[in-house]
């Protein structure tokens, strides 16, 4: 993996997005849409602590976030395409350099 490589990309102007925003993020490659009880869980981090993540990824419309009527309790998070494609991104710059 080339984490330095991912780490330059991730602080660049255009993308703004620290490890644990990308990890969040990653977390939906496998999944459409899970719970932020769910994030939490996964991520292992306090709910503070993935609220602000969230809030991250929401502002720059990476993923989005929703209650369901029958349950309004459970608020709900899933990747856009936007997102999608900051993943593909994400993965392109952990690939090895090939020199």
């Given amino acids: ?22 990890a969040a993020l990653m977390l939906f490659r496998d999944e459409s849409s ?8 996964y991520l292992g981090c306090c709910s503070p602590n ?3 993540i969230l809030d991250h990824l929401v502002k720059q419309e990476l993923v989005r ?16 395409g936007k ?4 993943q593909r991104r994400i993965i392109e710059k952990l690939k090895p350099d090939e020199n």
Wanted: hydrophobic share 35%; net charge positive.
């Fill in 1 to 22: 993996m080339n984490l330095a490589r991912l780490y330059k990309y991730l602080r660049h102007k255009e993308c703004r997005l620290d490890f644990s925003h990308a």
């Fill in 83 to 86: 997102g999608q494609e900051m």
């Fill in 34 to 41: 899970m719970t932020v009880g769910e994030v939490r869980r």
């Fill in 50 to 52: 993935v609220t602000q």
């Fill in 65 to 80: 976030r929703w209650r369901v009527e029958s349950d309004r309790r459970s608020v709900y998070v899933a990747v856009t």
